[in-house]
């Protein structure tokens, strides 16, 4: 009996679609998931630019006004000097290049300007860059814990317990998370900012807790963990080292973007006064303390919020970077260039006769 050619697939697509897969699967053989994900996430331009700003805010921020009893490299701390205002209004010193309309580049005493009793605008706003990160992180750290141990509870073992964590669950999503942070932020904001940003993690799981219930309910039913328990693992080491690793991703992904959520809550409830309190400072309280000098002295105004979206910003990127790379359907397009080699290469390829491999199956012409 005569072999024919197999007659190709149709659709136009599914030859690129192989190309694009077997681009990807030559670019991590060899590599473990770790070197993958960092790979993916390396290769991630949104990430390495968030990832680069908010590194650079962060160094800015520690080293110019110092941290605790580290002293920083700037000269003043904020305190009101009002015998010592600058330029009138307290206006900025700091100047443009003449090739972007300004008069010349030059930073000056206090290149963000001073408010109306004479304090540095720039010390101010790098202490409230250091409160707002410290509450942002306390935040992301504690609802981690807290949606984490709920969704894992609730995932693996069902039944009551997951019906009961749900309700719990569904009973702080329905009351607006502006709402409790701000009776939080009243009871717990004149403490101190470290209270205040506990407590505003203990209201901000219940997304979190969604999620890593979703991915237990998934994994808890895979072959792996099967084998785990008929192996004889234990309740502890099936959840530890079996179903947890493997959820890291999302884990991670989801409190990445609830810090930055975080930080816009903790800017929204010192606005409103019921956040961080005086003599502690925030970009949020910074924002409220000058409010009203918007139309006179906008420096005043602009300078924290634009850090506070730089922050958010960057924050959203990485994100998205740790999104993509532990994400694994999420594929990278190739190059045309990389294109163009890989069908280079396949064009190269020696075509083996279908016959020959027949006879070799035991088929006979």
């Known amino acids: 009996m005569s072999t024919q050619n197999p007659t190709p697939p149709s659709g136009g697509d599914q030859p690129t679609e192989h190309l694009e897969n077997a681009i990807e699967l030559h670019e991590v053989a060899g590599l473990s ?3 993958i994900v960092r790979r993916r996430f390396f290769r991630h331009k949104g990430a390495m630019i968030g990832l680069g700003v908010l590194v650079a805010v962060i160094l800015l921020a520690f080293s110019s006004v110092g941290f605790g009893p580290v002293p920083g490299w700037w000269k003043y701390t904020g305190a009101p000097d009002p015998q010592n205002i600058t330029n009138p209004g307290g206006s900025p010193t700091l100047s443009l290049p003449t090739w972007l309309g300004g008069t010349g580049f030059a930073i000056g005493e206090h290149p963000l300007g001073q408010d109306e009793i004479g304090r540095d605008m720039f010390a101010q706003v790098m202490k409230g860059i250091q409160t707002s990160l410290m509450v942002m992180l306390i935040i992301g750290v504690v609802s981690c814990v807290v949606g984490v141990l709920v969704g894992s509870l609730a995932g ?4 009551r317990i997951d019906t009961f964590l749900m309700r719990t669950t569904d009973l702080f999503i329905t009351v607006p998370a502006l ?3 701000a009776v939080v932020g009243k009871l717990a904001g004149g403490v101190s900012g470290l209270v205040f940003a506990f407590a505003l993690g203990l209201i901000l799981w219940p997304s979190l807790a969604r999620l890593v219930r979703g991915e237990f309910l998934s994994l808890r039913e895979r072959e792996f963990v099967d084998a785990a328990r008929v192996a004889g693992a234990s309740t502890r080491r099936i959840i530890f080292k079996h179903i947890l ?8 992904v989801s409190t990445t973007l609830l810090m930055s959520q975080a930080i816009l809550l903790e800017t929204a409830l010192s606005y409103i006064h019921f956040g961080i309190t005086p003599p502690e400072v925030s970009l949020g309280r ?3 303390d000058y409010q009203s000098a918007f139309a ?5 105004f602009w300078w924290p919020g634009l850090f506070i979206v730089v922050i958010a910003l960057s924050v959203n990127f990485i994100g998205d970077g740790l999104r993509d790379a532990f994400d694994p359907r999420q594929k990278r397009i190739p190059s045309e260039r990389k294109m163009a080699r890989a069908e280079a290469a396949a064009s190269r390829e020696p075509v083996v006769p279908l016959q020959i491999q027949g006879r070799g199956n035991g088929l006979g012409s």
Not at 156 to 159: H, I, P
Not at 296 to 300: A, E, I, S
Request: glycine letters at 16%; charged letters at 10%; hydrophobic letters at 45%.
């Open 33 to 35: 998931q770790g070197q």
């Open 156 to 159: 693996f073992y069902r039944g």
């Open 179 to 181: 709402v409790i942070g």
């Open 245 to 252: 690793p493997n959820a890291i991703g999302v884990i991670i």
């Open 286 to 288: 910074l924002i409220s």
């Open 296 to 300: 006179t002295r906008p420096w005043l």
